[in-house]
């Protein structure tokens, strides 16, 4: 097997799309946004519950799509939990350059180990969007905007 | 050229150049045709050879090259003619895709027939490109699109559509083979039961040009389309046939020079026959490419090519369907060589992704059919659509792909 697929599909990814933490749609979520590429139809919808000075108190997604844009949503969904909306919009910026290949070096603090493992995704430049879907849609989620489209 | 006799689909595969590259340092196995096949060396020298030799705009001006280079994109037409079987040249109209040949009647025919009420009837079947100007249409002029539902293997419900004709149905609009499954429909029947209710029927046969032999008098379809890219020729350049009367009663599509008799600001008279559908300058090399796309599958021959393409699709239905979890979508009776499949648990993007590691080139998506996918309540499926120059090996190596994708997901 090719060592860019293994580097792809590591366990954490697999297990994380097998598995999607935070699949659900919080009857308290305040700010959503629906995700939709439509290149290959994948739909995610992101769920906030924004508090006080913009933290973030709950997030969670509900969605048909890929191993990456699964496993991306789950993973972000717990790591943008507790943290403000300004530090979740800093970390996709980040994130976003990684995936794109643009910038190896990515500090996002004790979250960097997690997101490194979706680095692999930068070999395969049809398959970023699918990393960068559910980031998009909670971005939009936080500005109000209640649809994107990757296109 | 090829051996008239036998086909010997090794001999085939030297006649395209991308065969000799590799991909991911493995054996291209080009499983995409569907969506667009490679190109023949005589496609690709007798394009070069119009460029370096010959070029010069057609239906103008008397000098030399523009005389030869008429004769080449005429020649083309004829050839085309000849293959389609067609009463006459001037019932072929070059365009620039399959899309484009819809949308050109669709508005022309559409726009000066159709009334609020009036039923334009598709099937479920349709490329999002028999579906949406048919859309457009109707939202311009009132009248009502309706599809026409296929069964669990995928089949064309002729009882359905039969029962769905009447009186108010003005279009009918089918494909000829399914580009997301690979059924063939009932065309026969199809235009038959249209034309007993007084309906005009447009037939897409994008994915039929590149497998079977055509015949318009036989079939009888009053237009009837289908794309250069996808039968081994160029980009750029599609084919609209439409019955001679058909033509005749038809408004123009586009504007502009070629498509004229006579140019005043108070009247102007249309060119007839294809010209009036022929503005501007039109795709000249593509054409004369498409021509020799053409002359060459039929050198080898219609009945040879499916022959073999039936039998490869035998084999990788049968190897596809002896992996575990695999479920193939769409069971026609009667299909051309495409395959689409799904793997539980399994995303198609992901299929495709790591087969192409693997040097096997897929589609993955859904097909520009989305009301095909929303019908097997799938999202997307990975399709395998086959041509005459696949062989056993290419399938052997989508399967060994299909079941590392297996491992990879445990």
């Known amino acids: 097997m090719m060592d860019d697929l293994r580097e792809l599909y590591q366990e954490v990814i697999l297990d994380h799309s097998k598995n999607p933490r935070n699949f659900r749609h919080p009857a308290d979520a305040n700010h959503e946004a629906h995700g939709y590429n439509p290149l290959c139809g994948d739909t995610v919808n992101v769920y906030l519950k924004m508090g006080h000075n913009g933290l973030i108190e709950d997030a969670a997604f509900e969605g048909k799509g890929c191993a990456i844009s699964l496993a991306s949503a789950s993973m972000m969904t717990d790591i943008i939990k507790g943290k403000t909306e300004t530090q979740a919009k800093e970390i996709f910026a980040g994130f976003q350059k990684l995936v794109k290949g643009e910038e190896n070096e990515f500090d996002a603090g004790e979250d960097t180990e997690r997101l490194m493992m979706l680095a692999g995704v930068k070999e395969f430049p049809m398959r970023v969007k699918c990393a960068t879907l559910a980031w998009h849609a909670m971005s939009s989620a936080m500005d109000d905007k209640p649809e994107i489209s990757t296109e | ?410």
């Open chain 2, 1 to 410: 050229m090829n051996d008239m006799t036998t086909f010997d689909v090794e001999k085939i595969r030297r006649d395209f150049p991308i065969f000799a590259r590799e991909v991911h340092g493995k054996p291209l196995a080009f499983l995409d045709s569907g969506a667009s096949a490679q190109k023949p060396q005589v496609v690709i020298d007798t394009m070069r050879r119009a460029y370096l030799e010959t070029y010069a705009n057609v239906h103008r001006g008397v000098h030399y090259l523009s005389q030869v280079s008429t004769e080449l994109y005429e020649g083309a037409r004829e050839t085309i003619r000849a293959h389609m079987n067609a009463a006459s040249v001037e019932e072929i109209i070059f365009t620039k895709n399959a899309t484009e040949s819809i949308n050109l009647v669709a508005n022309s025919y559409g726009w000066a027939n159709l009334k609020p009420g009036d039923e334009i009837i598709l099937s479920t079947l349709e490329h999002h490109s028999n579906i949406v100007p048919w859309q457009l249409i109707a939202e311009k002029t009132g009248a009502v699109v309706k599809a026409v539902p296929i069964d669990a293997h995928g089949e064309f419900m002729l009882d359905k559509y039969l029962d769905m004709l009447g009186p108010k149905t003005k279009i009918v609009a089918v494909t000829h083979i399914s580009n997301a499954i690979g059924t063939i429909t009932p065309v026969k029947e199809i235009i038959d039961a249209a034309h007993d209710a007084g309906a005009v029927v447009l037939i897409d046969g994008s994915q039929a040009a590149p497998h079977m032999k055509l015949d318009m008098q036989a079939l009888d379809a009053d237009f009837y389309v289908f794309t250069g890219h996808k039968v081994f020729g160029p980009t750029g350049i599609g084919v609209l046939y439409g019955k001679a009367e058909m033509l005749e009663a038809l408004p123009p599509f586009l504007g502009g020079g070629d498509m004229i008799e006579r140019v005043t600001f108070a009247k102007t008279t249309y060119a007839k026959g294809h010209s009036k559908f022929e503005a501007g300058t039109p795709p000249i090399v593509q054409a004369i490419g498409l021509g020799a796309a053409i002359d060459y599958v039929n050198a080898i021959g219609f009945e040879k090519i499916g022959a073999h393409e039936q039998a490869l699709l035998a084999y990788a239905t049968e190897q596809l369907q002896s992996i575990n979890s695999l479920r193939i979508i769409g069971q026609a009776k009667h299909k051309a060589a495409i395959i689409s499949f799904t793997l539980d648990g399994v995303h198609p993007h992901d299929i495709g992704t790591i087969v192409d590691r693997g040097g096997v080139a897929i589609r993955v998506g859904h097909h520009c059919a989305q009301p095909l996918m929303d019908h097997f309540d799938v999202a997307a499926t990975a399709r395998a659509s086959m041509a005459l120059y696949n062989n056993r090996a290419d399938v052997d190596a989508l399967v060994a792909s299909v079941k590392s994708v297996q491992e990879i997901f445990g």
